[in-house]
């Protein structure tokens, strides 16, 4: 079956770089049509997509954050990084990935890892 | 960037009663619209794909329709189960995925 975990800090002091890991199994990224993506959800708020890739490692990212985050896989560990620069407390959130189809919605998500950014 | 707006922001219904909620898209989304469910504390839930399509093993009570601007989720009768938030999401344009700002349906 599919699932999705995601792993890193719960805790970055801010001006840092966090950074993130989706570890997946039940499918491979390298299968076309296969995508992931990540979406964040401050505490109370909505959830809120940062980025994309697909099996073909084509990139996408929000337009707000582009210049901060950095998406890549690896598709031999069925991994899929998240780098996100400059880090505020603002950007305390849960942090979730989850798989997408090129043709469907995003179907399977990880439990989230809450990010707290403090000094 | 395509904006989605959901209404209303909070809908208050009981159990059995049909709940419907919107979203309207900034520009055309075509069909490439989705529907989640959230409960707290848990990730969300695909229900709707491609603005009618059921995810595997959504109740029939769920169901989608729309095109264009204008979307609608439709819950035929509330279970217990089915008060949460419920988000939409477009994917017309991949370099852009967005999300609306969600709808809370809770008990009366």
């Known amino acids: 079956q599919v699932t999705l975990r995601e792993s890193g800090p719960a805790l970055v002091k801010p001006t840092q770089t966090l950074t993130l890991t989706c570890t997946f199994s039940?499918?491979?990224?390298?299968?076309?049509?296969?995508?992931v993506s990540w979406i964040r959800q401050p505490p109370g708020k909505a959830l809120e997509w940062l980025a994309l890739?697909?099996?073909?490692?084509?990139?996408y990212y929000s337009t707000s954050l582009k210049t901060r985050l950095t998406i890549s896989k690896d598709t031999s560990k069925n991994q899929v990084v998240l780098t996100m620069t400059n880090m505020d407390p603002v950007d305390t959130a849960t942090y979730y990935c989850?798989?997408?189809?090129?043709?469907?919605?995003?179907?399977?998500w990880g439990q989230g890892t809450l990010v707290t950014v403090s000094s | 960037e395509i904006v989605l707006t959901q209404s209303p922001a909070t809908l208050s219904l009981s159990p059995g009663e049909r709940a419907t909620l919107s979203c309207r898209a900034s520009?055309?989304?075509?069909?490439?619209l989705a529907w989640y469910q959230q409960k707290p504390g848990q990730a969300p839930r695909l229900l709707i794909y491609?603005?009618?399509n059921r995810a595997t093993g959504i109740p029939a009570r769920f169901s989608g329709s729309g095109s264009g601007t204008d979307f609608t989720l439709t819950i035929s009768s509330l279970e217990p189960e089915d008060f949460a938030v419920y988000y939409c999401q477009q994917r017309s344009n991949w370099s852009a995925l967005t999300f609306g700002g969600g709808t809370k349906v809770e008990i009366k």
């Open positions: 890739i697909d099996w073909d490692d084509d990139k």
């Open positions: 039940g499918f491979s990224l390298s299968t076309s049509g296969m995508c």
């Open positions: 520009q055309s989304v075509s069909s490439y």
């Open positions: 491609d603005a009618s």
């Open positions: 989850a798989r997408i189809l090129l043709q469907g919605g995003l179907d399977y």
